[in-house]
């Protein structure tokens, strides 16, 4: 596609409940980030996908949030039992190629807003 | 390890003035640097970047240059518009290693008529 999309761009959940964020990338652009806009926190790293290699996971903040990425291409970010302080802005963006000498940015969604009553 | 820090936010300004929004990084290795911007209701989006040392990115009447001896990039504006107002990020990417860029936790911007 044009843009990097992301649905939806807001959810309302109870606390407890299971969300899905869906994000599908430019076309053609192997790599893939999750970070997470909380306000005054700035982005925060979550997950980063890179062709077929394993994911780096290394920024999930617990064992509840999950994400995948099928055939290369779209990404689902999943939040289980979901908690208060989970309510944020998940942003998703993709490069080209992983951002290595500055050749390539990231081009950014415009998030999914949750909100964890 | 690798981080960067912003100057705290808002920023406002009237239509015209001068801009500077500091960013300082920490780096293990020789950084890339970036500015992104997110208008409203938008995903970030690039605006400038440099790759070494003393280059100087540029775009829209904003400018940041790559200051290795103070481990700066500030961004700067000489005369600002009321559709700049937005959130500003500073950002770095080590070369090599892991391929996830490091962000500052963003300034907002607000330019008065």
Not at chain 2, 64 to 90: I, M, N, P, W
Request: charged content about 15%; proline content about 4%.
């Amino acid at each position: 596609g044009a843009g990097v999309s992301q649905s939806p761009s807001n959810k309302v959940t109870e606390k407890g409940k299971d969300v899905e964020l869906r994000c599908d990338p430019i076309s053609g652009h192997t790599a893939l980030y999750w970070y997470r806009q909380s306000l005054g926190q700035g982005l925060e790293f979550l997950i980063y996908f890179q062709g077929n290699s394993a994911p780096d996971k290394s920024g999930l903040p617990s064992d509840r949030f999950s994400a995948e990425r099928t055939g290369g291409s779209v990404s689902t970010l999943t939040i289980q039992r979901t908690q208060q302080e989970d309510s944020a802005v998940y942003l998703c963006a993709s490069s080209r190629l992983p951002v290595g000498s500055g050749a390539n940015v990231l081009t950014f969604g415009a998030g999914s807003r949750l909100t964890v009553l | 390890g690798n981080s960067v820090t912003q100057m705290e936010g808002p920023v406002t300004l009237s239509e015209e003035a001068f801009l500077t929004i500091n960013c300082t990084y920490t780096a293990t290795g020789y950084p890339s640097l970036f500015w992104y911007v997110q208008y409203p209701g938008e995903g970030l989006q690039l605006l400038l970047k440099a790759t070494k040392a003393d280059d100087k990115g540029s775009n829209k009447g904003f400018e940041a240059t790559y200051r290795k001896e103070t481990t700066s990039f500030h961004l700067e504006k000489g005369s600002v518009q009321v559709s700049d107002s937005a959130v500003y990020f500073c950002a770095q990417k080590v070369s090599g290693g892991s391929y996830i860029p490091t962000f500052g936790r963003g300034t907002s911007l607000i330019v008065h008529p």
